[in-house]
């Protein structure tokens, strides 16, 4: 069993900041990728960013230049730091892991972390 513990989200002003984090917990897993996702009332969840195992990353094209993932492989943490959040980046976030476990494939999504930009 993997776990996603998601923190960090909450209330901020358009034109500020917040990040995420996301840790994963188990044992015997090798992560593939791990990923911000999201979901805005009324929407389907899209993909924010991605963190693959070599240590690239993708973005969708609504947060570049604004959001950064990064992880930290000794803790099997991903962060998202935002910036320059818009009102439109109001959702909830959900942390997003694919990983493999004995050549069968594990996947595990985190609870999932309001953000709210509003004046």
């Known amino acids: 069993q993997v776990q996603l513990v998601e923190s960090g989200g909450g209330l901020v002003q358009p034109g500020g900041s917040l990040s995420l984090s996301c840790a994963a917990s188990?044992?015997?897993?090798?992560?593939?990728?791990m990923a911000w996702y999201r979901q805005a009332p009324g929407k389907q969840r899209e993909l924010v960013a991605r963190?693959?195992?070599?240590?690239?990353?993708n973005y969708a094209d609504s947060v570049k230049g604004r959001f950064t993932i990064s992880r930290d492989n000794a803790k099997n943490t991903i962060y998202l730091q935002m910036n320059s959040l818009k009102p439109e980046d109001t959702a909830v976030y959900y942390c997003?892991?694919?990983?493999?476990?004995?050549?069968?494939?594990?996947?595990?999504w985190g609870q999932g972390t309001q953000v709210t930009v509003s004046s």
């Open positions: 997003n892991l694919d990983a493999s476990r004995n050549s069968a494939t594990v996947l595990a």
């Open positions: 188990g044992s015997a897993f090798s992560i593939r990728s």
């Open positions: 963190i693959i195992s070599g240590g690239s990353t």
